[in-house]
């Protein structure tokens, strides 16, 4: 199973380096699939990756999401209207070289146990791979308190995209605990955080005098896996499992809900429901 590495990237000059890339090419990364009976077949994009660990836990993971959908309210001058659409890959490496003694979570019993728990923990700075393209539009009434009511439309319009490439970006958050007693693993999920250029219009209506002013103007934004404009995220940064002594690999396929959820005049607005699919392969070596 050919693993998804650029050659050009690593230097094998000992004979440790050759053990651990052929350890490496036997993992079942891309292009196998990750397959469930509940979510779609996936194949794990091919990403600059340069092996580093000699011992522990290493895998890819990636993380995708399309949503395209809209919310709103009203007519003419009291129309609310909000639509995203956005595609998105993200992908990377995890590698775990260090073990830590005990239990890495917290309010865990018998926390001290270094028989019962196995914790696994990265080290140094590893980056990420995001392909991005999102489109966000806006429209809601403005106007004064009170009797004045309604005096003007607000327009944004925002568009931040990789145009097909891949966003260098960077790791954090993700660790492995493995419990003995119980037979049950916990993985906290892997965040990643890249920024991303993009072009935001406004356009800016009155009604009375009539007049209308439009801006438009560049802007560098930073995301997370969490900061699409308008969506939230379900709860899924710590995942669990069951684990089974002597297992060399954990394969994880999560769908995590995402909502389109607004208010206006404090009144929620209908919600709109998605998913992001989160998949991991990860395997022992050494």
């Not at 914790?119 to 489109?135: A, F, L, Q, V």
């Not at 049950?184 to 209506?205: H, M, N, R």
Request: proline fraction near 5%; hydrophobic fraction near 30%.
């Amino acid at each position: 199973m050919k693993f998804c590495v650029h050659l050009k990237h690593i230097t094998m000059k000992s004979f440790l380096t050759r053990l651990l890339y052929a350890a490496l090419m036997a993992l079942p990364f891309s292009p196998a699939y990750a397959q469930d009976n509940n979510l779609p077949e996936i194949k794990f994009p091919d990403i600059p990756y340069t092996p580093s660990i000699k011992k522990g836990w290493v895998g890819q993971f990636v993380y995708q999401l399309k949503f395209n959908d809209s919310t709103g309210t009203g007519k003419g001058k009291d129309k609310v209207y909000y639509h995203i659409k956005v595609t998105r890959t993200n992908s990377g490496y995890v590698e775990f070289p260090s073990e830590v003694r005990g239990a890495i979570r917290s309010n865990q019993p018998d926390k001290n146990n270094v028989q019962r728990y196995e914790s696994w923990i990265g080290s140094g700075t590893k980056n990420t791979w995001t392909k991005h393209d999102e489109t966000d539009t806006v429209i809601v009434p403005t106007g004064l308190q009170g009797r004045d009511g309604i005096t003007g439309r607000m327009e944004t319009y925002s568009r931040y995209t990789s145009d097909s490439n891949w966003i260098k970006g960077y790791l954090s958050n993700t660790d492995l605990q493995i419990d003995h007693v119980t037979g049950k693993y916990s993985f906290a999920v892997p965040f990643t955080d890249y920024s991303l250029e993009g072009t935001e219009t406004s356009i800016e209506t009155v009604y009375s005098p009539a007049k209308k002013t439009t801006n438009t103007r560049k802007n560098n934004k930073r995301y997370g896996l969490t900061s699409i404009s308008f969506l939230g995220f379900g709860e899924w940064n710590l995942l669990e499992g069951n684990f089974k002594e002597g297992q060399k690999e954990i394969i994880i396929r999560q769908r995590i809900p995402v909502t389109l959820q607004q208010s206006y005049n404090d009144k929620k607005l209908p919600a709109k429901k998605g998913f992001m699919d989160f998949y991991l392969v990860l395997k022992r070596i050494g």
